[in-house]
């Protein structure tokens, strides 16, 4: 594919977009820009940017105003003719702090520093058609680099596969084999958008990774198929394919948990109830909780420390300690939200 090229002086818009875009689309854009005000910039992004694009693929565009405007614009989604049309403002105050944000990330800390949103916004600003540019704009978009994209959001992905990866994994030893199947397609999804991300495929939606897979590969060749091994899944071929998984998903990929070792709030008890319990909060709340955090709590109601807690756990299911602590992050983090949990003292591993 041809991505599209910043704007040289004096070139016309229509000569940066992609070839073989529809008419319709190309009188589209010129009508908005028609409106687009002087001072401000106009570019097309998304996914006819990037050729993904069908029939029924929405125009997206992103207005970016001068330094200082006080005009303040929600996205505006709108239908004309037969096409939708998604305009987003921005300001260059915001797109250089997440410029920043992509200078001063180190791949490391890529998981946790940054969002699939700001992943979305950086890479369609990297590859975006500058249809009408000032300066100020082309600055900003000047540091939007679709390299950097694409190795840190095969780093991000990969975090995802793993942390669904042991989702999965906690979900078939609880049982719950309709869950552990849509978990692991999840984790396959999103371990081939890191490879193809890897390999310059970094548009970031899950849902194009057939797509980028056969661009990249060629449909039905061998390498689409290893990239996209596990996205089909069944309960039948459950166990192999997690273990097909484990094997190409680094087990440090994801984080553990936020480091946050938790203990029942004061005045919280755990009342038994069949295959579950109820939390209660003195007079002022009451919760159901079952699978996974049942067991964790039964272990804090007992006096477990948190590690010990996990472990615990861990070894009744027969998973490992970074997959209870990684499943259960989530999990325990809404408890504490809502008043269950605190932080406690860590005990040994």
Not at 239 to 253: C, F, K
Request: with cysteine; hydrophobic share 45%; net charge negative.
């Amino acid at each position: 594919m041809t991505r599209a090229q910043p704007r040289t002086p004096g070139a016309a818009w229509t000569g940066l977009l992609p070839a073989g875009l529809g008419q319709d689309i190309v009188d589209e854009m010129g009508a908005y820009l028609e409106r687009v005000p002087d001072g401000a910039s106009c570019v097309a992004t998304g996914s006819l940017i990037e050729g993904f694009g069908n029939a029924n693929s929405d125009i997206d565009l992103y207005v970016i105003q001068p330094s200082g405007s006080t005009s303040v614009n929600p996205i505006a989604i709108g239908i004309r003719e037969s096409r939708y049309v998604d305009v987003e403002y921005l300001g260059p105050a915001g797109l250089h702090r997440l410029a920043d944000t992509f200078r001063d990330t180190t791949l490391d800390e890529v998981p946790g520093a940054l969002t699939l949103r700001d992943f979305d916004r950086y890479y369609r600003l990297s590859v975006a058609a500058r249809l009408k540019v000032t300066e100020e704009a082309e600055a900003v978009l000047d540091r939007c680099s679709v390299e950097r994209a694409g190795v840190y959001f095969a780093r991000w992905s990969l975090a995802q596969a793993a942390a669904y990866l042991s989702r999965a994994t906690v979900a078939r030893a609880l049982g719950d084999v309709p869950r552990a199947v849509v978990l692991t397609r999840q984790a396959a999804a999103w371990r081939a958008t890191s490879q193809l991300a890897g390999d310059g495929e970094a548009y970031p939606r899950l849902k194009w990774v057939t797509v980028k897979a056969a661009r990249r590969y060629g449909a039905d060749t061998a390498g689409y198929r290893s990239c996209l091994e596990g996205c089909d899944v069944t309960p039948g071929d459950l166990a192999a394919v997690l273990t097909a998984l484990r094997a190409r998903v680094a087990p440090g990929a994801a984080a553990d948990g936020d480091g946050t070792p938790w203990t029942l709030a004061d005045g919280v008890t755990a009342v038994p109830h069949g295959d579950a319990a109820h939390l209660i909060l003195g007079r002022k709340a009451i919760t159901r909780v079952n699978g996974l955090v049942l067991m964790l709590v039964e272990a804090l109601a007992e006096g477990d420390p948190w590690a010990a807690a996990v472990k615990r756990t861990a070894e009744q299911l027969t998973v490992s300690f970074r997959d209870v602590l990684t499943t259960a992050a989530p999990l325990m983090r809404e408890l504490a939200d809502a008043g269950y949990l605190a932080s406690g003292n860590d005990g040994d591993r």
